[in-house]
């Protein structure tokens, strides 16, 4: 018995030459209707083929045929990849047969040409499988590098990955920019040429890293992977470029507004290329942006770094970003996740870098700052003299305006003058010159293009500076040139910056197909084969249409040399001149925008402000102001001379190389490029003719290089990692060139093998007497000739055979379907001699195992019988005896439970019980204290409202009191006032004495407490007693260990019950004896708490008997000799009365003392009954003419004196009160027993 299989293996050269090349495009010449019908043959389109179909949102989507095609069909059933049955329409000669799919195996592949149908559909799905689901970003296309956004970070560019593609050919490794510029390198190296990268591709799509990238290579590789001086330069000439020529716009965070040439000079040493320095190329910067900026985009960089930096230059007076007129256009002055602030940083940083001084930065910033302060100028209206009506010919600038005088305090300029030539231009005849008034707009034109003007000339000196500092002068050898160009544009609105940036992308795209179709042709020539004349789409309609005579160009400049020229006239003569060109559409409605039909779209251009920007005009006037400032790089900025580096490059050496300039400049001879001239207006060139120009020198330096082609590719205008749109790609993939690349590979013979790998993969397809190993050429030949019968569709070269598209996939197929049916052959003999000997061998063995088996299973079944019949009985016994086992057990345990449970009840029970007697006792308390607080509580504050009601009515009574004391009846009150006194102090003191028993028949209850003291005592002598107990019956316990020793086995259930009855007793004893300590300190701590209570309750009886009792006592007191006071005055005006008497009757009036002096002497005397109200008695006056048969004076003394000797046994009878009620009321330690007690309730 052995194993037969077979490996299915693809051979490593089938990976990287399998190159068939098919594009679906409808072809006029003979080679392209012979590739259609190859395409279109019969038996490619057979049922279960997979082809591709037009959707309406994926562009492509994959089908699969339900039926075989037939020559001559209308149409072709199909089953969609969504599951939907349609029916797609064909003609009558099949010439639009639905493109094929690749094989599954091609899907991937790292180079489009390697793909068998290469066609639109197939790229874009090999394009996607790479990107979406291998997230790998380059993919080759022939000579091209096509590079995909992903918008994340990868980790591609490091040092190490350096050195893993240095020295490797292209195609070698995976696909990346460091492959392309390894081979550019490596050409540079061999051949000593000059080379060119060309890095193309709308805003967005990574055209400025992917050159980035390139360069840093070639700085790595060009000295060493630790940075020089030179390669130090180098990379640091991106920030500043960025900074000064990269904008925000609505389709990525850091445009490139500007072409830029980079050239890479190297020099041989010992054959080994060092890179000695670089210059730096520019064109066609965006001027427009300085003073305008469309909605969600930014000025240039390098104003809002200056306005997040504006604290270390206090002397610009910058304010936010946002307070500027030229930076707040957009609305979008920020950029995620980037500090502006530390970009000027790095800026400043790279500049010192590049040679530039503190200085000249000082300066450079004082000039954008005063571009800042120049676009926040205001213009005004300005009114006719002596009315108020707007003067619409002229405006008006205030001289006090702020930002005027700084922007003249920065550029250190005249700001008269600069306000002048704001609001007046100047006309110039022959011999004389008129001066004419702005109105608003012209005089904010002027103020705009001044801006621009200013920048311009910045940029243009930062690039010279940059050159000056990356070019040491020495001779070079060769160079590497890097272009970094915007790529087709299309807007809503499309202006002329987009004409310039899509006619520039016209010319490399005519560039770019002669070097394809050139290397095609030099391939064919080099293996020695018979070729007819590939038919390419060439775009040299659409650039006459621009360039020639009265073409777009030539009638803008023609309009722009007219005094009176506008957009609309322009307009007009497009319409009229350039109908003749193919390429030319008008609008269908109105005459203010025109159609050109571009390589990759056709294009809507708006002619409003194409004959403003092509002219560039500035005021002569306001230039000269800046040419006169005191600052020293304001005026060499302002007298750059305005030439055409690319001319000047070229004849300084050998080869062509360049910068496209943008400002307009006379064209100098090469030993007049260091003159410095200022053209004058008649001579002066248009934006649109020195960008042609420059556009030439371009195209030439790269028709004298190596070129090499990066093609970059947004995938979506979310800026979202790795999703992809792919309307968006196929727009891109059109316009970048990469599929008229593969329709020019395919219009010839784009799959090629060289002859050992064909005879390789492809010997099975010839029998054996047609194959010779010792000439493999003839064999190949021996094979093509067998399967394909049309000799156009291949061609026998030196080393190569080439074949036209679809037809390695033919010879695929073959091989596949050959190798399938002798499998199938050689498979079914195998299998029928593996299957019969495995069934001989099983028969043989089945026989001798039955025989065996039978034998075994008999004598098994008897002795299992005798078995089953003696478990039977076995059972029988062992389940009676652990029937009976688990039943004892099972009855013990439960008795063991119920003891154990039923005392855990009565102990829950009993707890419950004695904690709810204890909150009980607890709430008893508690509500004894909280009532004895709050009837205090009331008690002092109905005191309190009772003192002052008294004192109000006491004060109302003493009113009244004192008015009623002047009369004789007040006598007699007073006296009765004072026994009714006397009579409540009897009977407080009768109160008094009742709560005195009350406080002794309180402690009466202190006795009870005493007697529950004697009961605790006897529980103490009850525990003693119960201990000894537990001592008799921990004797009987040790008696009874002793007699069961013997019957330990059988009673140890007995032994675990006595163990937890001990258990028990002597936790019984625990807590009686905890509980015993805790009744001592209760007991301790209620005495402490009655000593206390005793303590604060004398405190509080003193106070009160003091604050209380003795207060009244002593008001009493006072108001006894006050009135004893009285009555010796009163008695002492009697005997002065009774001497008046004596003397005569006549004389009383005049030696009577008056009421008011008798009332003066205590007229600050207060209280219930003063001498104040005793003296004051109102005498009626005829008291004096009564006789002396009504005056008694012997019997008036008598009273007096009866009176006095009253009052002064009142008072001493008072005073023994006084002191008995003191003496009676003393606290004694009987009188607080009760209050103890309720305070030992409380706690």
């Known amino acids: 018995m052995f194993n037969f299989c077979f490996r299915y293996e693809y051979s490593p050269f089938f990976n990287t030459q399998l190159n068939e090349m098919p594009r679906w495009i409808p072809c006029k010449t003979k080679a392209r209707e012979n590739l259609t019908n190859a395409l279109n043959s019969v038996g490619k389109y057979h049922k279960g083929a997979k082809i591709w179909v037009p959707h309406a949102e994926q562009v492509w989507e994959s089908a699969t045929l339900e039926e075989s095609y037939r020559k001559g069909?209308?149409?072709?059933?199909?089953?969609?990849?969504?599951?939907?049955?349609?029916?797609?329409?064909?003609?009558?000669?099949?010439?639009?047969?639905?493109?094929?799919?690749?094989?599954?195996?091609?899907?991937?592949?790292?180079?489009?040409?390697?793909?068998?149908?290469?066609?639109?559909?197939?790229?874009?799905?090999?394009?996607?499988?790479?990107?979406?689901?291998?997230?790998?970003?380059?993919?080759?296309?022939?000579?091209?590098?096509?590079?995909?956004?992903?918008?994340?970070?990868?980790?591609?560019?490091?040092?190490?990955?350096?050195?893993?593609?240095?020295?490797?050919?292209?195609?070698?490794?995976?696909?990346?920019?460091?492959?392309?510029?390894?081979?550019?390198?490596?050409?540079?190296?061999?051949?000593?040429?000059?080379?060119?990268?060309?890095?193309?591709?709308?805003?967005?799509?990574?055209?400025?890293?992917?050159?980035?990238?390139?360069?840093?290579?070639?700085?790595?590789?060009?000295?060493?992977e630790s940075e020089t001086q030179v390669e130090r330069k180098v990379l640091a000439s991106s920030p500043i470029m960025e900074a000064f020529g990269n904008a925000k716009t609505t389709r990525n965070d850091n445009s490139s507004r500007f072409g830029k040439f980079t050239k890479l000079l190297f020099r041989n040493h010992m054959g080994v290329m060092y890179l000695q320095g670089a210059t730096m190329h520019t064109y066609l910067l965006e001027k427009s942006r300085v003073v305008y900026q469309a909605q969600g985009e930014r000025n240039y960089h390098i104003f809002y770094q200056l306005c997040a930096a504006r604290a270390k230059y206090p002397e610009l007076v910058l304010d936010h970003q946002d307070k500027f007129r030229f930076l707040n256009m957009g609305g979008a002055p920020d950029i995620e996740r980037i500090s502006d602030a530390d970009q000027f940083n790095e800026t400043v940083q790279a500049m010192s870098v590049l040679g530039f001084s503190i200085s000249q930065i000082a300066d450079i910033v004082k000039i954008l700052a005063g571009i800042l302060h120049l676009g926040n100028i205001k213009v005004s209206n300005k009114y006719t003299e002596g009315s108020e009506e707007i003067d619409t010919e002229s405006c008006e600038i205030f001289q006090n305006d702020l930002n005027l005088q700084i922007t003249g305090d920065l550029l250190k300029v005249n700001s008269d003058d600069l306000r002048r030539w704001l609001l007046m231009r100047k006309i110039e005849s022959v011999n004389e010159y008129v001066l004419i008034p702005n109105n608003i707009e012209a005089a904010e034109a002027a103020r705009d293009a001044l801006a621009k003007h200013l920048y311009a000339k910045l940029f243009q000196y930062i690039v010279g500076v940059l050159n000056k500092s990356l070019n040491n002068g020495s001779k070079q050898c060769s160079f590497i040139g890097v272009l970094d160009i915007y790529g087709f544009e299309t807007f809503e609105v499309n202006s002329f910056e987009q004409f310039c940036i899509n006619y520039a992308n016209e010319k490399l795209q005519q560039q770019f197909n002669q070097h394809v179709f050139k290397l095609e042709q030099e391939e064919y020539l080099k293996e020695g084969i018979t070729w007819t004349m590939i038919d390419y789409y060439d775009n040299q309609p659409c650039i006459d249409l621009i360039e020639l005579r009265l073409g777009v160009l030539d009638l803008l400049d023609e309009e722009c040399r007219m005094p009176k020229g506008s957009d609309e006239s322009w307009a007009g003569k497009l319409i009229e001149k350039c109908q003749k060109f193919p390429h030319f559409e008008k609008p269908r409605f109105g005459t203010t925008s025109f159609f050109i039909k571009h390589f990759s779209d056709t294009v809507e251009y708006d002619v409003n402000g194409f004959l403003e920007k092509n002219r560039d005009t500035v005021s002569k006037e306001l230039t000269n102001v800046l040419a006169v400032s005191n600052m020293l790089l304001c005026k060499q900025v302002m007298e750059l001379e305005e030439v055409d580096t690319l001319s000047v490059d070229a004849a300084k050496s050998s080869t062509l190389g360049?910068?496209?300039?943008?400002?307009?400049?006379?064209?100098?001879?090469?030993?007049?490029?260091?003159?410095?001239?200022?053209?004058?207006?008649?001579?002066?060139?248009?934006?649109?003719?020195?960008?042609?120009?420059?556009?030439?020198?371009?195209?030439?330096?790269?028709?004298?290089?190596?070129?090499?082609?990066?093609?970059?590719?947004?995938?979506?205008?979310?800026?979202?990692?790795?999703?992809?749109?792919?309307?968006?790609?196929?727009?891109?993939?059109?316009?970048?060139?990469?599929?008229?690349?593969?329709?020019?590979?395919?219009?010839?013979?784009?799959?090629?093998?060289?002859?050992?790998?064909?005879?390789?993969?492809?010997?099975?397809?010839?029998?054996?007497?047609?194959?010779?190993?010792?000439?493999?050429?003839?064999?190949?030949?021996?094979?093509?000739?067998?399967?394909?019968?049309?000799?156009?569709?291949?061609?026998?070269?030196?080393?190569?055979?080439?074949?036209?598209?679809?037809?390695?996939?033919?010879?695929?197929?073959?091989?596949?379907?050959?190798?399938?049916?002798?499998?199938?052959?050689?498979?079914?003999?195998?299998?029928?001699?593996?299957?019969?000997?495995?069934?001989?061998?099983?028969?043989?063995?089945?026989?001798?195992?039955?025989?065996?088996?039978?034998?075994?299973?008999?004598?098994?079944?008897?002795?299992?019988?005798?078995?089953?019949?003696?478990?039977?009985?076995?059972?029988?016994?062992?389940?009676?005896?652990?029937?009976?086992?688990?039943?004892?057990?099972?009855?013990?345990?439960?008795?063991?439970?119920?003891?154990?449970?039923?005392?855990?009840?009565?102990?829950?029970?009993?707890?419950?019980?004695?904690?709810?007697?204890?909150?009980?006792?607890?709430?008893?308390?508690?509500?004894?204290?909280?009532?004895?607080?709050?009837?205090?509580?009331?008690?002092?504050?109905?005191?309190?409202?009772?003192?002052?009601?008294?004192?109000?009515?006491?004060?109302?009574?003493?009113?009244?009191?004192?008015?009623?004391?002047?009369?004789?009846?007040?006598?007699?009150?007073?006296?009765?006032?004072?026994?009714?006194?006397?009579?409540?102090?009897?009977?407080?003191?009768?109160?008094?004495?009742?709560?005195?028993?009350?406080?002794?028949?309180?402690?009466?209850?202190?006795?009870?407490?005493?007697?529950?003291?004697?009961?605790?005592?006897?529980?103490?002598?009850?525990l003693k007693n119960v201990k000894v107990a537990c001592m008799d019956k921990d004797m009987l316990i040790g008696a009874l260990n002793k007699q069961l020793e013997s019957e330990r086995d059988e009673k140890m259930q007995l032994l675990e019950e006595n163990g937890h009855a001990q258990e028990e007793w002597l936790g019984q004893k625990q807590l009686w004896r905890l509980e015993n300590e805790e009744l001592r300190k209760q007991i301790d701590e209620m005495i402490e708490m009655a000593k206390n209570v005793e303590a604060s309750q004398r405190d509080q009886k003193e106070r009160l008997l003091t604050e209380i009792d003795n207060k009244e006592l002593n008001e009493a007191y006072q108001r006894a000799i006050k009135d004893k006071e009285v009555i010796e005055n009163?008695?002492?005006?009697?005997?002065?009365?009774?001497?008046?008497?004596?003397?005569?009757?006549?004389?009383?009036?005049?030696?009577?003392?008056s009421v008011s002096n008798a009332s003066s002497q205590n007229e600050e005397d207060v209280g219930y009954a003063s001498a104040k109200n005793t003296l004051d008695i109102n005498r009626p006056p005829d008291l004096l003419n009564k006789s002396d048969s009504f005056i008694d004076t012997t019997s008036i003394v008598m009273k007096l004196r009866s009176i006095l000797e009253e009052e002064k046994l009142k008072h001493k009878y008072l005073q023994e009160q006084y002191l008995k009620l003191a003496s009676r009321n003393k606290p004694t330690e009987d009188s607080f027993r009760p209050t103890c007690r309720t305070s030992g309730r409380g706690t």
């Open 658 to 1022: 360049g910068r496209v300039v943008i400002s307009a400049g006379r064209k100098q001879q090469l030993n007049e490029t260091r003159r410095r001239v200022v053209p004058s207006k008649q001579h002066r060139k248009t934006v649109g003719s020195q960008f042609q120009e420059s556009l030439t020198s371009l195209i030439s330096t790269l028709h004298s290089t190596t070129p090499h082609y990066v093609r970059c590719i947004k995938p979506n205008d979310e800026k979202i990692a790795y999703k992809w749109d792919t309307a968006k790609i196929i727009q891109q993939l059109r316009a970048c060139g990469v599929l008229e690349t593969v329709r020019i590979s395919a219009a010839g013979f784009p799959s090629r093998w060289i002859y050992p790998d064909f005879y390789v993969r492809y010997q099975l397809l010839a029998h054996r007497s047609k194959i010779d190993k010792n000439d493999m050429k003839q064999s190949c030949c021996n094979i093509v000739h067998k399967w394909i019968q049309d000799e156009d569709k291949y061609r026998f070269g030196n080393k190569q055979i080439f074949f036209r598209a679809g037809q390695v996939a033919y010879l695929e197929q073959v091989r596949s379907n050959l190798r399938k049916r002798y499998i199938t052959i050689v498979q079914s003999v195998v299998r029928r001699f593996i299957h019969r000997r495995r069934f001989l061998r099983l028969q043989r063995v089945i026989n001798g195992l039955q025989r065996y088996a039978r034998g075994y299973l008999a004598r098994e079944r008897a002795q299992k019988m005798r078995e089953v019949r003696a478990a039977l009985i076995l059972s029988k016994y062992a389940k009676g005896w652990l029937c009976r086992r688990r039943y004892l057990r099972l009855r013990h345990s439960i008795f063991g439970i119920q003891t154990y449970a039923r005392g855990m009840l009565a102990r829950i029970k009993f707890f419950a019980l004695r904690d709810h007697y204890r909150a009980v006792q607890i709430q008893r308390f508690v509500r004894g204290v909280l009532a004895r607080r709050a009837y205090q509580r009331k008690r002092r504050n109905i005191i309190i409202c009772q003192s002052a009601v008294r004192r109000f009515l006491a004060r109302r009574k003493f009113k009244r009191m004192k008015a009623e004391a002047k009369t004789i009846s007040h006598m007699e009150n007073k006296y009765m006032g004072l026994e009714n006194k006397i009579i409540s102090m009897q009977q407080r003191i009768d109160e008094l004495n009742r709560d005195n028993s009350n406080l002794k028949h309180k402690t009466s209850e202190i006795s009870v407490l005493k007697m529950k003291l004697e009961l605790k005592k006897n529980l103490e002598g009850e």
């Open 73 to 224: 069909a209308g149409f072709l059933k199909i089953c969609t990849e969504s599951g939907s049955l349609q029916e797609v329409k064909l003609k009558a000669d099949g010439s639009n047969l639905p493109p094929l799919r690749n094989p599954q195996i091609l899907v991937g592949q790292n180079d489009l040409t390697n793909l068998s149908y290469l066609h639109e559909p197939g790229v874009l799905y090999n394009l996607r499988v790479r990107f979406c689901e291998r997230q790998i970003i380059y993919t080759y296309c022939g000579i091209v590098l096509v590079a995909i956004n992903p918008y994340a970070e990868m980790p591609l560019y490091g040092p190490s990955i350096i050195r893993a593609y240095r020295g490797h050919a292209m195609g070698e490794l995976e696909p990346h920019i460091f492959a392309l510029a390894e081979e550019a390198y490596t050409k540079l190296e061999r051949e000593n040429c000059n080379l060119s990268i060309i890095v193309s591709g709308e805003s967005g799509a990574g055209k400025t890293v992917s050159a980035k990238y390139a360069m840093r290579y070639f700085a790595a590789v060009g000295g060493s």
């Open 1130 to 1153: 009163e008695n002492y005006i009697l005997k002065e009365e009774l001497s008046r008497f004596a003397g005569g009757v006549t004389n009383y009036s005049h030696r009577t003392r």
